[in-house]
């Protein structure tokens, strides 16, 4: 089935050159097995993991059907995280970048009013979690009448949150002509019979058997008394002097603790938690992603679905309880082809749970013997020196997107009578300029904020300072949050 390129699908010009700009040359197996049919616009049930490169896979054929002249949503995307909702979105933005898709998040501890606000604006995709796209719903701040598309994400993640029922309330809400996709790293019955109920002639594909294999990930691990177990990650961090690591914990104080005691010994770490307030979580994430710190503890729940590149190695501190566990845990190294680690802390009274991890990777992980004193001084050198050395920034993808936009705020909106349609009839008009240069647009009631695409900002800027939008003349700044 998969096609070596992109462009052997039925993809146009501009989704094609954002996947281009974002990197993305051959699809990955989930995609290459989901586009045929999801352009198809047929009904999907998916097994695949994050990282699998599953959002493109669905964002992708989406982006591509979404007409861009309604107003109104098009497409609901359900995730059980808000750090996945986020995510998703600026999937989105960015898959639809030169389409001018516009895609809002909507989840729970984020400020109602701000969703409202924009719901109420033109909005082609939204991405939420269930009890604030419930909310919503009951108070009529999010139009359904034309979602064509629901794509449950992470399904048994939601099963496991307890979500399900809020799932099925929101799609009993929906229009019955739509595509539906849902996409699961396992298919627990409960979601199976979700599925089976609410959608028609559903193709299932799974995407998952070369993942679970982990050919890409090198498993070890430790039997080790819990008092020992920090000192060990200390000798552990040391062997493998990783780039990047995300150290799992069971839960919220030991995340705490493990982040403290290696920030006491010197170590540049984040950390990341349900308890934890949603800027500060947002804020570990993208300093972590970005590469500021080699390390970030993380329980499951907190991590889970962030997509984090170039993990090279995986540490559970503590072994999860639940065998699937493990396998979303290690899935986050070895990505794409790259080689990754993932070594396990396993306590001896643990000893059943690793039976069951073992049962369903399919294979005996090896067991490492404590490193000796001679192998840990060994190596303790080349550790400190990187301990020292800042690490690279690494540059975010929607970053190389936006390097060629400028975002304008212009002093009139809604109340003034504007339109999009005026402004990109006057932008497009300039010397220099075409509607494909004109970005995302968003009209409030005394503002306008308009992308300006190509590097042809400061054209736009300097030529909008004396021209006129509906016969009125308007104070045109750059914005200065430049994310879309
Ligand atoms: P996901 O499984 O959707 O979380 O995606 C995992 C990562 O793979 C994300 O960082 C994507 O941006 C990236 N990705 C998705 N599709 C491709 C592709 N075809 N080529 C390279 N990277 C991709």
Not at 99 to 125: D, N
Not at 180 to 186: D, G, I, P, R, Y
Not at 300 to 305: Q, T
Request: aromatic share 6%.
């Amino acid at each position: 089935m998969g096609q070596e390129h992109f462009k052997d699908y039925k993809i146009g010009e501009e989704i094609g050159r954002a996947l281009d700009v974002l990197g993305y040359k051959i699809p990955t197996n989930v995609q290459a097995r989901v586009l045929p049919y999801a352009l198809e616009g047929k009904d999907l049930i998916v097994k695949a993991q994050t990282g699998s490169g599953k959002t493109a896979a669905y964002a992708i054929p989406i982006c591509e059907s979404v007409a861009w002249l309604e107003n109104k949503p098009q497409a609901l995307i359900l995730t059980p995280t808000r750090e996945l909702a986020v995510q998703v979105k600026e999937d989105f933005t960015n898959i639809g970048r030169f389409k001018r898709i516009k895609a809002a998040a909507v989840y729970g501890r984020h400020p109602y009013s701000i969703e409202k606000a924009e719901l109420k604006q033109k909005t082609h995709v939204v991405v939420g979690t269930p009890g604030r796209v419930m909310d919503h719903i009951e108070k009529g701040t999010l139009p359904l009448a034309k979602i064509d598309y629901l794509v449950i994400d992470e399904a048994d993640q939601m099963l496991d949150m307890g979500f399900m029922e809020q799932v099925e309330a929101i799609i009993k809400t929906l229009p019955i002509e739509r595509v539906t996709m849902l996409f699961s790293a396992t298919m627990p019955q409960e979601v199976v019979t979700l599925a089976s109920s609410y959608m028609s002639d559903a193709l299932k594909i799974d995407a998952n058997e070369e993942f679970v294999m982990g050919a890409d990930i090198e498993h070890s691990l430790y039997f080790v008394p819990e008092e020992d177990k920090f000192s060990l990650l200390k000798d552990v961090t040391i062997l493998e002097n990783p780039d990047s690591c995300i150290i799992f914990c069971g839960t919220k104080n030991r995340v705490d603790m493990v982040c403290e005691r290696l920030a006491d010994s010197g170590y540049g770490c984040k950390k990341i938690h349900g308890g934890m307030e949603q800027p500060d979580r947002l804020d570990a994430i993208n300093r972590f992603k970005r590469g500021e710190y080699r390390y970030l503890a993380a329980t499951d729940v907190a991590a889970r679905g962030i997509d984090i590149h170039n993990i090279s190695l995986v540490i559970n501190y503590d072994i999860p309880l639940d065998k699937e566990t493990y396998v979303h845990r290690t899935g986050r190294t070895g990505r794409a082809g790259q080689k990754g680690k993932a070594i396990s802390f396993v306590t001896p009274a643990q000893d059943r749970y690793l039976h069951d991890i073992e049962a369903l990777i399919g294979f005996h992980i090896p067991r490492l013997e404590k490193p000796s004193k001679e192998e840990v001084a060994d190596k303790k050198n080349a550790f400190l020196e990187k301990m020292k050395t800042e690490p690279p920034i690494k540059k975010m993808k929607s970053e190389q997107l936006n390097k060629d936009i400028m975002k304008l705020r212009f002093n009139g909106g809604k109340k003034k009578k504007l339109r999009a349609a005026s402004f990109v009839g006057v932008i497009s008009n300039l010397e220099g300029m075409s509607a494909e240069d004109i970005g995302i647009i968003a009209i409030q009631d005394t503002l306008t904020y308009i992308e300006i695409l190509n590097g042809k900002g400061p054209l736009v800027l300097e030529a909008m300072k004396q021209t006129t939008v509906n016969g009125k003349q308007l104070k045109v700044t750059e914005a200065l949050d430049k994310r879309g």
